[in-house]
């Protein structure tokens, strides 16, 4: 077992933390505070590759691997969750079902857009009444000639109403249940096609989460993604390297609260000396430190099979489940430690306290993780 990062992943890891600590990092609390989406930032990360990360050269994509998209998730997150979760979107939810259930034709239209961040991607999966029960879609697509008619709504859509280009799921055989589910690709300005409002959140302020409407939504037939009717598989296969990214978003989150809290630990003195120095403060840090590397070494397991070609989806659920509750456990601690101050927004841990619950939600919820686990443990 290898548990050395390659050259080239080092490079990467060393290349992503120093934007993110130079660029990222200055204006996370403002990009928070506001509720304001880091349009320059997103301009400088693709102008460095980072939109199209694991994507072929071919493509425009940098040709790096899926560890190395979650080693960036990781450094991203670590300073700024609305950041990583925006990559998150763009990447693994859009650009990646284009790339392995589209045409040829259609990965050389959309990709180098997106991985060349002229194009915004977003991922229209989710419905009012279709959370956790995706199956349950009521989005409708019709074919009349050579167009795709498309009604329904879509709901928590991050990217959503900036997206240029959104991947949603529709139902175009409605007796076949989740076997009559497709998959289309839809663009911005597209007669029918409107965005909702904006979502105000707990969390990720800095992220675009909205709503998306299709009234009459007429698409030319090659925007069909895929074979028809595949598209519960796609979206499935589709949210298994979804979750690799998440988790690594929710261990770069734990990272950056842990690093602030052991500094704050060092700094703090009560009773005559650094809070450091007792015991009940380096059990929580202990604890802390060993979760965070538990959870890496799970997240970089996943990409590493998904990069092999190896079955992967337990592992991602793993990845994802594990991670994202354990940058809870780490954040509340972070807190914990900071006593009264990490209550203030002065510091960074109350908003990472709040950036990271969002991981035990988004792409499957705790429960369905486990629900995943256990499938592939009794298949």
């Known amino acids: 077992m290898d548990f050395q990062l390659t050259d080239e992943q080092q490079m990467i890891r060393k290349m992503v933390r120093d934007f993110a600590e130079k660029e990222i990092a200055p204006i996370a609390k403002e990009t928070d505070t506001e509720g304001k989406f880091p349009w320059e930032i997103i301009r400088k990360m693709a102008r460095l590759g980072f939109l199209g990360l694991p994507f072929p050269e071919e493509y ?202 052991l500094a704050y630990s060092k700094e703090r003195v009560q009773f005559g000396q650094p809070i450091c120095n007792f015991q009940a403060i380096q059990w929580m840090l202990a604890d802390m430190s060993t979760e965070i590397d538990a959870a890496r070494l799970l997240v970089y397991r996943a990409a590493w099979l998904k990069d092999q070609g190896l079955p992967f989806t337990k592992e991602a659920a793993m990845a994802k489940l594990f991670t994202s509750e354990m940058a809870e456990r780490v954040c509340y601690k972070a807190i914990q430690i900071h006593g009264g101050y990490g209550y203030m927004k002065e510091y960074e841990v109350e908003r990472m306290y709040r950036d990271q619950r969002l991981c035990a939600i988004g792409e499957g919820t705790s429960e369905i993780q486990r629900l995943v686990i256990a499938r592939q443990l009794l298949r």
């Open 60 to 261: 425009g994509g940098a040709g790096a691997d899926n560890v190395s998209l979650a080693i960036a998730m990781e450094e991203i997150a670590r300073v700024c969750g609305s950041t990583a979760i925006t990559l998150d979107a763009h990447t693994s939810l859009c650009s990646e079902p284009i790339y392995l259930f589209g045409t040829e034709a259609q990965k050389r239209k959309y990709l180098p857009k997106l991985c060349s961040g002229e194009w915004i991607g977003a991922f229209g999966l989710t419905e009012p009444g279709a959370g956790s029960d995706a199956g349950a879609t009521k989005t409708r697509a019709v074919r009349d000639g050579d167009e795709w008619v498309i009604n329904g709504q879509k709901c928590f859509i991050t990217n959503g109403s900036i997206a240029d280009v959104v991947i949603i799921t529709a139902v175009t055989d409605p007796g076949r249940g989740t076997r009559g589910i497709s998959s289309f690709i839809v663009e911005k300005g597209t007669p029918g096609f409107r965005p909702g409002r904006d979502e105000e959140k707990m969390g990720l302020k800095g992220s675009i989460t909205s709503e998306l409407f299709f009234e009459d939504c007429r698409i030319p037939a090659e925007n069909l993604l895929g074979r028809e009717n595949e598209g519960f598989k796609q979206f499935l296969v589709t949210l298994d390297g979804g979750r690799i990214a998440i988790a690594a978003m929710a261990l770069g989150l734990a990272q950056g609260a842990f690093e602030r809290a």
